[in-house]
């Protein structure tokens, strides 16, 4: 049910095009609002309205925890189509969500596999990935 879609080339794709891997600059580039609030245990989410993407991040965030929510959320926006899960989720619970999750990490991780900052954290915390929702 849910798309094929080759992460790992449509990630250098964006990469290439812009000249950067920084989730922020791109969310820029590519006109997605980031706005960050109190969300208590949630990491962040987004949304699509209106033909406007918008991405919400946990201001109690490290800023390390801040740069994967937000190449996790733009995941979520550029890999799935928001009326079909919203549609799945409200009709059917026999849909792995978790398989949305899944390419939303995948897509944070070919985006920040080459950023410094990240890699070197990612190795103190190995489960990291698992974990992440
Ligand atoms: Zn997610």
């Not at 600059?25 to 699509?48: N, R, T, V």
């Not at 990490?105 to 990935?129: M, T, V």
């Amino acid at each position: 049910m849910v798309d094929v879609i080759n992460i790992p080339r449509r990630v250098k794709n964006l990469v290439d095009k812009w000249g950067t891997a920084n989730p922020f600059s791109l969310c820029k580039y590519l006109g997605i609002l980031i706005i960050y609030k109190d969300l208590g245990e949630i990491k962040g989410y987004s949304m699509k309205r209106l033909g406007k993407k918008l991405i919400c991040i946990n201001e109690n965030l490290n800023e390390v925890d801040k740069l994967f929510t937000c190449a996790h959320e733009m995941g979520h926006l550029l890999c799935h189509n928001f009326e079909d899960l919203k549609f799945l989720k409200e009709n059917t619970n026999l849909v792995n969500i978790s398989s949305y999750e899944n390419e939303a990490n995948l897509f944070a991780k070919e985006l920040l596999k080459d950023n410094q900052c990240w890699c070197r954290y990612s190795k103190i915390n190995p489960k990291y990935w698992e974990i992440f929702r």
